[in-house]
């Protein structure tokens, strides 16, 4: 699973398990549907579009249709090594 929230240490987390498509607002805005998201090895950046020294795959963008343009949302799962 992946934590969704920030909290302080000791308190209970949000945690999204593989399958779960979250909405990142505008953050995904210049991805392409159907790129990799990876998990990311620069200090306040966990997520990014190409592999680093790290190159886990945490989810897949897909397009979502709440409006007439369209919403890039990330799908979880295990997808790469």
């Given amino acids: 699973g992946v934590v969704i ?16 498509i979250i909405d990142l607002g505008a953050a995904l805005d210049g991805v392409s549907p159907g ?27 897909i397009m979502a249709f709440g409006s007439t343009a369209g919403d890039r949302l990330l799908r979880l799962g295990i997808l790469g090594a």
Wanted: proline share 7%.
């Fill in 5 to 20: 929230d920030s909290v302080a240490v000791g308190d209970p987390a949000t945690i999204a398990l593989p399958g779960a």
């Fill in 35 to 61: 790129a990799y998201i990876y998990l990311s090895d620069t200090e306040a950046t966990p997520l990014a579009t190409s592999a680093g020294t790290s190159s886990k795959v945490v989810g897949t963008v």
